[in-house]
């Protein structure tokens, strides 16, 4: 009969091989653990660089989003504009006339802005057909506008009509950059890998 030594060592050694077996299952579980790490990570890194490429698109569709937006926006008179042209204009009493291009809305309302805050400024006024356009004649009145309209930061351009009163003439808008409009692609979307 065997001895209990003898049972005791092969229960020792039956220990060792679990253990072994064990600790080899361990290891292989370790190693598969971080292999399954490594491309986690790997996707991370992809991911990061994916929002990175959707940002920078995002950026330019914002930039360009606002460009387009001060290009089709309305013109008008602030009430800040409005104010440092009533301020520099009331003492200089002159005669001013002002169109604007019939049929065009927006030109209509920015000459209105205008009318408003030349009546408020002068005493007499009655204003090219694109943009904001300041007579030459007579080249003193002419020189009072212009200073105010720069002050205020109100953008106008020379009207070469032959007059001999002041005129402003409020012109339809035209999009200081035609081609904005071309510039609108699609985003390019996220980065192929």
């Given at each position: 009969m065997p001895s209990l030594e003898f049972f005791a060592m092969l229960l020792a050694a039956g220990g060792a091989i679990l253990l072994y077996l064990s600790a080899t299952n361990a290891n292989t579980k370790i190693a598969d653990a971080q292999a399954r790490a490594a491309t986690l990570e790997l996707e991370a890194a992809k991911l990061r660089e994916t929002t990175v490429g959707l940002e920078l698109d995002l950026e330019r569709e914002r930039t360009l989003r606002v460009k387009m937006q001060k290009e089709i926006a309305w013109r008008r008179i602030t009430a800040a504009q409005e104010v440092?042209?009533?301020?520099?204009?009331?003492?200089?009493?002159?005669?001013?006339?002002?169109?604007?291009?019939?049929?065009?809305?927006?030109?209509?309302?920015?000459?209105?802005?205008?009318?408003?805050?030349?009546?408020?400024?002068?005493?007499?006024?009655?204003?090219?057909?694109?943009?904001?356009?300041?007579?030459?004649?007579?080249?003193?009145?002419?020189?009072?506008?212009?200073?105010?309209?720069?002050?205020?930061?109100?953008?106008?351009?020379?009207?070469?009509?032959?007059?001999?009163?002041?005129?402003?003439?409020?012109?339809?808008?035209?999009?200081?950059?035609?081609?904005?409009?071309?510039?609108?692609?699609?985003?390019?979307?996220?980065?192929?890998?």
């Amino acid at each position: 009969m065997p001895s209990l030594e003898f049972f005791a060592m092969l229960l020792a050694a039956g220990g060792a091989i679990l253990l072994y077996l064990s600790a080899t299952n361990a290891n292989t579980k370790i190693a598969d653990a971080q292999a399954r790490a490594a491309t986690l990570e790997l996707e991370a890194a992809k991911l990061r660089e994916t929002t990175v490429g959707l940002e920078l698109d995002l950026e330019r569709e914002r930039t360009l989003r606002v460009k387009m937006q001060k290009e089709i926006a309305w013109r008008r008179i602030t009430a800040a504009q409005e104010v440092k042209l009533v301020e520099m204009l009331r003492s200089h009493p002159m005669t001013v006339t002002l169109q604007a291009v019939a049929g065009d809305p927006e030109s209509t309302l920015y000459g209105d802005d205008m009318r408003r805050t030349l009546k408020a400024a002068l005493r007499n006024f009655t204003g090219p057909m694109h943009g904001l356009g300041l007579s030459t004649n007579p080249p003193d009145e002419r020189s009072i506008i212009a200073s105010a309209f720069k002050a205020a930061d109100v953008e106008f351009g020379d009207d070469a009509t032959p007059t001999s009163e002041l005129t402003i003439v409020v012109g339809s808008k035209m999009p200081a950059n035609p081609s904005l409009l071309s510039d609108l692609i699609p985003l390019s979307g996220p980065p192929q890998h």
